[in-house]
């Protein structure tokens, strides 16, 4: 049975890529390696931990032997490369810890996959083993007020975080020119949809809403991003992993930007509406607050390489994918409360302690 290793497979993205995986590919074993940090939640896969083709491994990626042993066991034919950490005021608050993880991390899975795999430069490369790592829009740096992130766009980081992950997909390259390691990598615009740590903007927002605490505004509000569904980027990444050409990146996009305020103002609107509020009463409690150090203008990404030569386009507009999103808080309280309270974090005790 051929085997794919999903890093960071029960975080937000992470999750939606195992779901689809294990349920797209019953012939193909899932393995699931997260250290379960604070946004890694294995309730984000309740439905599918039976799965026949699936299992989970807790473990840290920053744990050379770990990961070297973990190879030498599971004999992956695949990587898609996940884990890390991923939120910007965290970096600028503590940015050795994205050091550690993005690149050393990436680091180890790179060689313990290049050991198992036999990668060398005098060698072919191994057709049947691919290392896939996904990556941001966030190291392309910040763009004005026209243009928008090529593949070729030079990097130029503007956070800790997005400086560790462009080294990461520095070192992945790196591996693929110095031996020959077959590689691909995508970087993404912003995410959003189920079971997204609420830490993050959107998700944050609708609870905040529904609890009428107060909605936080970076600076003027008018911080631009490309949004993309995650259920979409989880299908862009299954096109990318099976058809994507060895060596090259793809950019991943939802084609569509907002206005950091203009989102707000739609995600209010259709909440409102959802909890049987008058339309726009919660704009009340937007607050402007005091603007992050090193906060990129505006993020937007050109995915015609990846619609072009792959195929692969998104399934629903951004005001369809937010709706699907609203509703999906609203209707899972049990998941929310046991996140925002940290009980989530006792699951793998009880799933798996035994």
Avoid at 59 to 64: E, L, N, Q
Wanted: proline residues 4%; charged residues 25%.
């Amino acid at each position: 049975m051929k085997k794919i290793l999903i890093t960071g497979g029960a975080g937000f993205i992470g999750s939606h890529v195992v779901r689809l995986f294990v349920n797209k590919y019953p012939d193909v074993k899932i393995v699931n390696l997260d250290k379960l940090t604070y946004a890694g939640n294995l309730e984000n896969l309740r439905d599918i931990e039976n799965a026949p083709n699936y299992t989970f491994i807790k473990g840290d990626i920053t744990d050379a032997e770990f990961i070297n042993n973990l190879f030498k066991e599971e004999k992956p034919d695949g990587v898609i490369h996940l884990a890390a950490e991923s939120h910007v005021d965290r970096s600028i608050t503590n940015p050795l810890e994205f050091v550690t993880t993005n690149v050393i991390g990436t680091v180890n899975l790179l060689n313990a996959a290049k050991h198992a795999w036999g990668c060398n430069k005098d060698k072919e490369l191994p057709a049947d083993k691919r290392f896939y790592h996904v990556s941001t829009d966030e190291v392309y740096g910040s763009l004005g007020d026209e243009g928008f992130f090529l593949e070729t766009t030079p990097y130029d980081p503007q956070s800790p975080y997005s400086a560790s992950k462009a080294s990461s997909d520095h070192f992945v390259r790196a591996y693929h020119n110095t031996y020959n390691m077959s590689v691909v990598i995508t970087n993404c615009s912003n995410n959003y949809g189920a079971n997204q740590f609420p830490e993050k903007l959107i998700p944050l927002f609708i609870h905040n809403i529904k609890t009428n605490k107060p909605l936080p505004v970076y600076g003027d509000g008018k911080y631009t991003r490309d949004w993309l569904w995650v259920v979409d980027h989880a299908r862009a990444i299954d096109v990318v992993f099976h058809t994507g050409k060895l060596g090259e990146t793809y950019n991943i996009g939802g084609f569509n930007e907002w206005q950091n305020i203009n989102l707000i103002k739609l995600l209010i609107k259709i909440a409102d509406k959802k909890l049987g509020r008058a339309e726009g009463e919660s704009e009340k409690l937007i607050t402007y607050v005091k603007d992050r150090p090193g906060h990129d203008k505006r993020y937007a990404i050109d995915a015609s390489k990846i619609k072009n030569e792959l195929g692969w386009t998104p399934s629903v507009t951004f005001e369809e994918g937010l709706d699907k999103t609203i509703e999906w808080y609203l209707s899972n309280d049990e998941w929310l409360n046991s996140v925002t309270s940290g009980d989530y974090q006792s699951y793998y005790a009880k799933q798996y302690g035994k």
